[in-house]
């Protein structure tokens, strides 16, 4: 039986995971061959997300150390070199956060706790949607 060659993990996407986001959705996302980065502060993610190799999506928790997740969406979507890149906002299920957070611009919402395929399926849709707009 003959595997498929996997492909550069360099040409990979970046995902950024800031917060409150599980150890088990880095996992799922690097398995499908997917360049994965914590970060564990705000300072961080609006560091990373403004530098020359920038995340292609941004999954971001409820809270970011000491800054609300909701913040610093608000400040991701506030700066014209971040506001393109997607972010999913991972919410504990509260309602009213989802609604806050598409209403500030997050691209979707996913509710803890995460479902793999949903979690894979939204970051891909995320993805191809990203790409079509660049073109």
Do not use: K, W
Not at 16 to 33: I, K, N, Q, Y
Not at 80 to 85: E, H, L, N, Q, S
Not at 106 to 119: E, Q, Y
């Amino acid at each position: 039986m003959s595997s498929l060659p996997l492909p550069d993990n360099s040409a990979a996407p970046l995902v950024l995971l800031a917060g409150a986001v599980p150890d088990s959705a880095a996992d799922l996302l690097r398995e499908a061959h997917y360049r994965v980065r914590r970060v564990e502060s705000g300072a961080a993610l609006l560091r990373l997300a403004r530098g020359e190799r920038s995340p292609r999506l941004i999954l971001l928790g409820e809270t970011v150390a000491d800054q609300t997740g909701l913040g610093l969406l608000s400040r991701l979507q506030d700066d014209a070199a971040t506001r393109a890149i997607p972010v999913l906002f991972v919410a504990g299920g509260g309602e009213a956060d989802e609604e806050q957070a598409l209403a500030l611009g997050a691209r979707d919402c996913l509710n803890l706790p995460l479902r793999p395929l949903v979690l894979l399926a939204r970051v891909q849709a995320q993805l191809r949607l990203a790409a079509l707009s660049v073109r």
